[in-house]
């Protein structure tokens, strides 16, 4: 059975919803002592009936609040990303230094592109560029146009290129972003993690105000497993954010697929 067919990350971020769930639950009862004993003196329910619907009420508010804190990171990305937005477009020709001109991704990219890779040019730099136009200046009256035109072609072409290039390596950016080692055990990984760091988040946030939670054996897992969660979230954006983190895994990804 292929396993990667199925949407492992929802089924794993699902279940796992009842580890939030639940801690939720304990420090409600916490906080009103006794606010679940009716449910548990109803004689005509089973303990297995009492037990699926614990587990449907932490399955349910679990899911709640990690829907709310992936619609809070949501926005945080969005913000950032709406910042960088407002900045002044560079376009790919204007970096000095770029990833999609590394020798190597080019290569093993036009060995996935054939006929349709771009042409494998730099993008001319300023001082060359002001050394080509004084020689261009420097030729007969006649012909200075003609080299000035020359010049200003091969500028043009030469940034239409990097700019092909720097769309590629965005598209496998991004694919390799999203597909990198995404097995069943980091389905697994991540559905758990994220619920535990939901759930450590909420004890710290209700620490302040639930003193029976002031005990080592709550405060420093709860702590760990937030921390954790914060860490990762912003190393994936950091990550998303920087083009020269993937390069490596885009060139052993292109020559994989070759």
């Given amino acids: 059975m292929d396993l990667s067919k199925y ?12 580890i939030p769930g639940f801690i939720a639950l304990l420090i409600f009862d916490l906080v009103k002592p006794g606010s679940f004993e009716w449910f548990f003196a109803l004689g005509f329910l089973g303990y ?25 990171l949501g926005a945080i990305g969005g913000g950032m990303a709406a910042r960088d937005a407002q900045q002044p477009y560079k376009p790919p020709y204007s970096y000095e230094v770029a990833p999609w001109r590394e020798p190597t991704w080019r290569s093993v990219l036009s060995g996935r592109l054939k ?5 494998d040019t730099r993008p001319i730099p300023a001082d060359l560029l002001e050394l ?29 290129d990097d700019g092909n290039w720097a769309r590629w390596y965005d598209h496998y950016h991004e694919i390799v972003l999203l597909s990198d080692k995404r097995d069943i055990h980091w389905f697994v990984q991540r559905g758990l993690s994220f619920n535990l760091g939901t759930g450590g988040l909420y004890v710290m ?7 029976r939670l002031h005990h ?7 702590l760990y497993w937030a921390l954790l969660l914060v860490g990762h979230s912003y190393s994936e954006l950091k990550q998303y954010r920087n083009k020269w983190s993937t390069l490596s895994a885009q060139i052993k990804y292109l020559s994989d697929a070759q």
């Fill in 132 to 160: 080509k136009r004084k020689v261009a200046n420097s030729l007969p009256e006649a012909e200075r146009a003609e080299a000035h035109a020359k010049l200003n072609l091969e500028k043009f072409n030469a940034d239409v």
């Fill in 115 to 119: 006929e349709h890779a771009p042409n």
């Fill in 7 to 18: 949407p492992l990350e929802k089924v794993f971020y699902f279940v796992a919803g009842i």
């Fill in 216 to 222: 080592w054996w709550c405060i420093f897992p709860s």
């Fill in 205 to 211: 946030f209700s620490a302040p105000f639930v003193p």
């Fill in 48 to 72: 297995k009936t009492k037990i699926g619907v614990i587990l449907l009420t932490s399955f349910v508010v679990g899911n709640t609040m990690t829907t709310l804190l992936s619609s809070v």
